[in-house]
C-alpha cells in the first residue's frame, strides 16, 4: 500500500487527509472544492454538473440541492444517493487536481459515528464502493481521533497511553460521540453518537432567533418549510457566523458580527445574521425543540453525567476533545466539572483530527499486520521452548525451596501434634496421615500461592533472553520495547496478562514432584521408618531407653517394627518436646532439599520435563500474543 486516506465525511462539513506509507511526515491536508475544511453539500445543475461543498450551497440554477445528509442516514433511505453523489463529486475532484492517481495502491479510511452498528457501517462502505472509490474501511470516528492525538503527541503520554483510561469526545455537527478507552481499547459504553446533539443544534437557535427577529419572518418561514435547501444554506451560513465570533470571543463581544443573506425564492428576502454577547448565551442555554425543550449546556452535561456513571469503576485520567465546536472555553469548563480528577485536552486543529487519525489507521493498520505476523512467527518458533527448557531445572529447585517451610509449618508439625494427642495411634499411622495430608495440602491454592513469587523470580531471566528476539520486533515496528517485556507484567496488578501459577505449574504436570515430595518428607521424617519421632532430643530419655532395651530384646529391624505399631502412652508421646521435634524437621529441611535435588538429576522424567516445558512455553507464548493486542489501538 503506498498511500491512505482519511475522509471525515460530516454532517456539515468534510475534511480528507492523505498520508505517504513511506513518509514518517504527518498527513496532509487536501484542498476539495477550493477549501481544505469543505461543505458537506452536493447539488445538480440543470446541465446535469455536480456540484460540492460551498457552491453547492448557493449556486443558482440547480434542479437539486442536499445538505446534512449523513445525519438522516439511518433514518432515510434517499440520504444513501445523496451521500453517493457527493462522494462521488469528492472522488472527481481528487482525481481532477492529482491527488489520488487512478490505479495506485491506496486505501481510504471512512470515519462513522461510534453508535453506528456493523451493518450500518458495512451499508455505509458499500456507497463509497459503488461510488468507484479505491478500497474503503469504516472507522469510529472517536477512534480516529484518538490515534490522531496519540499520532501528533497532543496528549505527550506516549506508549503510556495504554495503561490510562481515556474519554475521547468527538463534538460533531450532528452527533456527539463518546469513546471509553481503557488500556488501549475501546471498551463498551452507551455513546453520545445515539443522540441527536452536534453543533448544528446551535446553527438552528441561531437561524431561528434571526428569523423571528425579521420582518419577513412569516414568508421566511414558509420558505424554509418548502425548500430545504435554503434553510440549509440558512443554516449554513448561521454557522460560519458562529464560528467567526466564537474564534474571537473577546474581540467580537465588542463589536459587531453580523451578515445579512438574501434568500431569493419567490421574491427576494434579507436574512440579518447577528451574534453578540446574549445570542452565545442563548445558543449555549436556551431550551430548544430540536432537544425537546432542553438546551444544549443541558443536553450535553447530562451526558456527561451518564458517561460519568458507566465509567465509575474507573474514571477517565484523560479527555480528549475533538471537533469545532470542542474549541469554546464553555465546553471545556463543563467537562472540568464532570470529570474534575481528569486532564481535558483538545487539538489545536479539532476540524482536522478525524481525517488526520483516519489516515494515520491506514499506517498502523499496515503496521500491525506486519507486526502481528512477527509475532505469531515468534510464538510457532522454538524459540521460547528452548529458553524454557534451558532453565527448567532451576524451576523445579525454586518449587522445592518454596514448598518445604510451608510443609513443615502446615502439615507436619499439625501431624506430629495429631499423634502426641493420641489422634493418631501407631507412628505407622502418623506416616500414612503425613503422606494423605501432604498429597493433598500440594493440591490446595495456597500450595500453589507459595509458588508464584519463585515463579515470578524465574520468570525474569527467562523474559531477559526473550528481549533478545522481541527488542528487534519492537524497533521495526517503531514499539515501545516495555510493550512486549515480560517483565513488565510481572507485577501489573491492573492488566489482566498475570502468568498464574496454577496455569504456569499445574498440578497434573507435576505428580513426579509431588510423589518426589513426599517420598522423600517421609523417610526423611522418621529416620527410615518413623522412629526419629521419638528417638531424637535431649528430653526425650524415657523414649530413647525404651528403644534401647527394645533393641536388645529384638534386634533393631524387629525393634523398629514393634514402635512403629505400638501404641504408645501419652505420657511417652509428651516426653518428645514440640522444639526438640522442630529442630529435628530444621535439620531434615536442608537433607530434602539436597536429595530432591540428587533426584532431579539422576530420575528427572524426561516426559514430566517436557510437558513442563510445552506448557509453560504455551503461557508465555499466550502472554506475548495478549501484549501485543494491548499495542493495538483497534481500527474497526
Request: glycine letters at 8%; a negative charge; proline letters at 4%.
Amino acid at each position: 500500500m503506498d498511500r491512505y486516506f482519511g475522509f471525515d465525511l460530516g454532517d456539515a462539513e468534510s475534511a480528507l487527509s492523505r498520508l505517504d506509507a513511506a513518509e514518517l511526515a504527518a498527513p496532509e491536508e487536501l484542498t476539495v472544492a477550493g477549501a481544505k475544511s469543505f461543505v458537506s453539500a452536493c447539488a445538480v445543475t440543470a446541465e446535469g454538473g455536480l456540484l460540492i461543498g460551498e457552491q453547492a450551497c448557493y449556486a443558482a440554477g440547480v434542479t437539486h440541492r442536499h445538505l446534512r445528509f449523513k445525519s438522516r442516514f439511518l433514518t432515510e433511505p434517499a440520504s444513501a444517493g445523496e451521500i453517493r453523489s457527493f462522494a462521488a463529486g469528492v472522488l472527481g475532484e481528487l482525481y481532477e487536481s492529482g491527488a489520488l492517481i487512478k490505479g495506485e495502491d491506496c486505501c481510504f479510511y471512512i470515519g462513522c459515528p461510534a453508535g453506528w452498528d456493523r451493518n450500518a457501517r458495512e451499508d455505509y462502505r458499500a456507497i463509497f464502493e459503488r461510488a468507484g472509490y479505491p478500497p474503503a474501511k469504516i472507522v469510529s470516528e472517536s477512534r480516529a481521533a484518538m490515534v490522531s492525538a496519540c499520532q501528533s503527541k497532543h496528549l505527550q503520554v506516549g506508549y503510556d497511553i495504554l495503561s490510562k483510561s481515556v474519554l475521547v469526545v468527538d463534538i460533531g455537527s450532528s452527533t456527539t460521540d463518546f469513546a471509553y478507552i481503557l488500556g488501549g481499547r475501546e471498551a463498551e459504553m452507551a455513546t453520545g453518537g445515539e443522540v441527536f446533539l452536534g453543533g448544528g443544534v446551535m446553527d438552528e437557535v441561531l437561524l431561528d432567533a434571526c428569523v423571528d427577529a425579521s420582518r419577513d419572518a412569516k414568508e421566511l418561514r414558509r420558505v424554509f418549510e418548502e425548500s430545504d435547501a435554503w434553510k440549509s444554506y440558512c443554516a449554513f451560513k448561521a454557522r460560519r457566523l458562529k464560528e467567526r465570533y466564537f474564534s474571537d470571543e473577546a474581540y467580537w463581544s465588542q463589536q459587531e458580527c453580523s451578515e445579512t443573506v438574501l434568500v431569493r425564492y419567490r421574491r427576494a428576502l434579507k436574512l440579518k445574521l447577528r451574534m453578540d454577547p446574549d445570542m452565545a448565551r442563548a445558543l449555549l442555554e436556551q431550551g430548544t425543540p430540536h432537544l425537546g425543550g432542553r438546551s444544549f449546556r443541558e443536553e450535553f452535561t447530562a451526558a456527561l453525567r451518564q458517561v460519568r456513571a458507566q465509567t465509575a469503576n474507573r474514571p477517565p485520567e484523560l479527555l480528549f476533545l475533538t471537533g469545532g465546536v470542542s474549541r469554546l472555553p464553555q465546553v471545556r469548563a463543563w467537562c472540568r466539572e464532570a470529570f474534575p480528577e481528569a486532564v481535558v485536552v483538545a487539538g489545536t486543529e479539532p476540524e482536522f483530527s478525524v481525517s488526520r487519525g483516519l489516515a494515520w489507521s491506514g499506517r498502523i493498520d499496515e503496521q500491525l499486520r506486519q507486526f502481528r505476523r512477527e509475532i505469531e512467527e515468534l510464538r510457532l518458533s522454538d524459540a521460547v521452548e528452548r529458553i524454557v527448557r534451558g532453565r527448567i531445572g532451576a524451576l523445579y529447585s525454586a518449587a522445592v525451596d518454596a514448598l518445604i517451610d510451608p510443609v513443615i509449618d502446615e502439615v507436619v508439625m499439625p501431624v506430629f501434634d495429631r499423634w502426641r494427642d493420641l489422634e493418631l495411634e501407631t507412628l505407622t499411622d502418623a506416616d500414612r496421615a503425613l503422606a494423605e495430608e501432604l498429597a493433598a495440602w500440594l493440591r490446595t491454592d495456597s500450595a500453589m500461592q507459595r509458588l508464584v513469587s519463585p515463579i515470578t523470580e524465574w520468570l525474569r531471566p527467562v523474559a531477559e533472553d526473550l528481549e533478545t528476539y522481541t527488542v528487534p520486533i519492537c524497533v521495526r515496528h517503531h514499539v515501545p520495547f516495555q510493550a512486549l517485556n515480560l517483565r513488565s507484567y510481572l507485577s501489573a496488578e491492573d492488566i489482566d496478562i498475570r502468568l498464574e501459577a496454577k496455569n504456569l505449574f499445574p498440578v497434573e504436570e507435576i505428580t513426579w514432584l509431588i510423589d518426589s515430595i513426599i517420598s522423600l518428607l517421609v523417610g526423611l521424617l522418621c529416620g527410615g521408618s518413623g522412629v526419629a519421632l521419638i528417638s531424637s532430643g535431649p528430653a526425650g530419655i524415657l523414649a530413647g531407653a525404651s528403644a534401647s532395651l527394645l533393641l536388645l530384646l529384638l534386634g533393631r529391624e524387629r525393634m523398629e517394627r514393634a514402635i512403629l505399631a505400638a501404641d504408645m502412652p501419652k505420657p511417652m508421646r509428651k516426653l518428645v518436646p514440640r522444639a526438640a521435634f522442630r529442630a529435628r524437621l530444621d535439620s531434615v529441611a536442608g537433607s530434602l532439599r539436597r536429595e530432591l535435588a540428587e533426584r532431579f538429576e539422576t530420575e528427572k522424567n524426561d516426559e514430566i520435563t517436557a510437558r513442563m516445558v510445552d506448557e509453560i512455553s504455551q503461557q508465555i507464548e499466550r502472554c506475548l500474543g495478549k501484549m501485543a493486542e494491548v499495542v493495538e489501538i483497534p481500527l474497526g
